[in-house]
């Protein structure tokens, strides 16, 4: 009998930390060779356009300082010729106008520059000036271009600039090191100091932009929250104005065979089936109000309000500490149930607006009809009191202006507000006192 193969073991540890640091490693030369932004100059999105000119001003600056320095140090001090030094200061200055938009690419191009400035440096001989691997302008366009880097780039990548740029100088100080003097060193140190810094200032930027974004999606969640729940709370409310009038139809056709004599058969089957029919749209309705009072909120089940609740609603807020005059023209016609809810809480909403915004400021409410039409008007003078808002004894349902267009959009009317010129604010409203008309279908005519 042949005995079967051994499994094969399993795969050490080992492999597992080869495989990571592989990775990182690809991730680390992926981050050197791909900047992680677009091409576009800091400060390129501020509405001010001398913010926007401001980082061309400070690369132009800083290549027109240190290209000429550049030329003068290499030729003075360490006795380059014009030729090579004119060359050298090119390829380590003229790449800082690259810092604006392209940082990273400069420094591809600074770096390399600087290590062939330091050994065509070795060909001459040594001053007691000098300063090596890297002279002071060297030393000085490389911290700019690694700050650069650092404000632009992510904490991944300005680590990997920081080790690179450090290892030339470590391995120059090693190979020579009777002719160093401690610039590498300090090009570790402030390299670092200057990348810490860049990256701090970058991410508070990145931090406060995204709490800006968090912002404004919450002021839009917000906005969107307190619309549905207006719209829920309107819903509830016109539950009791339809089931009152579904309850009058059914109680009319179950009680209509008994009222009018002599009705036919199919008569009192059509009386039976619109009683029917009502019964099973309230059934309908008290299912929907079910989900719409899921919170178990005992406060809907009251009677919704109308007009001849706004005497006691201003009596509540002049209580609250704000000096109301109301002006309620008498003999008003008969106002639909949906019409007369709206206009008390739009009023309701109007006080509590002014007593939160404008606590002891004069305020007037009028409620007129020209016989079509109910107009709502609240006009409020300046906040006499300083401080914080008081809190109303009879407060609004706490959705402001949003509350209001959705009751005036729900009746067909229109709304208007707004601030006056001498301080305070108006809220207007207009709605009908009848349905619009539907439109009729278009019925062809017999030939």
């Known amino acids: 009998m042949t005995s079967s193969a051994p499994a094969p073991p399993p795969p050490p540890a080992a492999d597992g930390l080869v495989s990571a640091a592989r990775r990182n490693l690809r991730g680390l030369a992926h981050g050197l060779a791909h900047p992680s932004h677009p091409p576009v100059p800091p400060l390129a999105g501020s509405r001010k356009r001398w913010r926007r000119v401001v980082p061309y001003v400070v690369v132009f600056a800083l290549t027109a300082l240190f290209l000429p320095v550049t030329v003068t140090v290499l030729t003075n001090q360490y006795g380059v010729a014009d030729w090579p030094a004119g060359l050298l200061a090119v390829a380590q200055a003229a790449p800082l106008l690259m810092l604006a938009h392209r940082p990273l690419q400069a420094w591809w191009i600074v770096l390399p520059a600087a290590v ?3 050994l065509v440096l070795l060909a001459h001989p040594r001053s007691p000036q000098e300063i090596w691997p890297w002279p002071p302008p060297t030393l000085f366009c490389l911290l700019f271009v690694l700050l650069a880097v650092a404000l632009r780039e992510t904490r991944r990548t ?12 470590l391995a120059l100080h090693l190979s020579v090191p009777e002719r160093s003097n401690g610039s590498a060193g300090l090009l570790a140190i402030f390299g670092a100091i200057v990348m810490v810094i860049g990256a701090v200032v970058r991410e508070r930027g ?8 968090q912002e404004t999606i919450s002021v839009a969640e917000r906005a969107r929250r307190t619309l549905l729940e207006e719209r829920t709370r309107i819903a509830r409310e016109l539950h009791d104005v339809v089931a009152h009038h579904m309850s009058v139809i059914t109680v009319q ?3 209509a065979p008994y009222r009018i004599g002599g009705l036919s058969a199919e008569a009192r089957e059509e009386f039976e089936a619109i009683a029917a029919s009502a019964r099973e749209s309230l059934t309908e309705m008290r299912r929907l109000l079910a989900v719409l009072r899921s919170d178990g909120s005992a406060g809907e089940r009251a009677p919704q309000p109308g007009l001849d609740r706004v005497q006691q609603l201003v009596e509540a807020t002049v209580r609250a500490g704000l000096p109301v005059e109301l002006s309620l023209a008498a003999g008003l016609p008969d106002v639909p149930q949906a019409v007369d809810l709206s206009a008390y809480r739009i009023v309701q909403e109007a006080l509590a607006n002014v007593i939160r915004h404008a606590p002891g400021a004069r305020t007037g409410v009028s409620v007129t009809s020209d016989g079509t039409h109910l107009t709502v008007l609240v006009v409020n003078d300046r906040a006499e009191l300083p401080g914080s808002p008081l809190e109303p004894e009879a407060s609004g349902t706490g959705h402001g202006l949003v509350g209001m267009r959705e009751r005036v959009r729900l009746t067909g009317g229109t709304l208007d507000t707004g601030p006056l010129p001498g301080g305070g604010f108006r809220v207007a409203a207009r709605l009908p006192l009848a349905p619009a008309a539907p439109i009729a279908a278009a019925v062809p005519e017999d030939s």
């Open 116 to 118: 062939l400035g330091s």
């Open 158 to 169: 300005t680590a990997a600039v920081w080790a690179v740029t450090a290892a030339p100088g």
């Open 206 to 213: 990145v931090a406060q932009r995204r709490l800006a974004e």
């Open 253 to 255: 056709a179950d009680s």
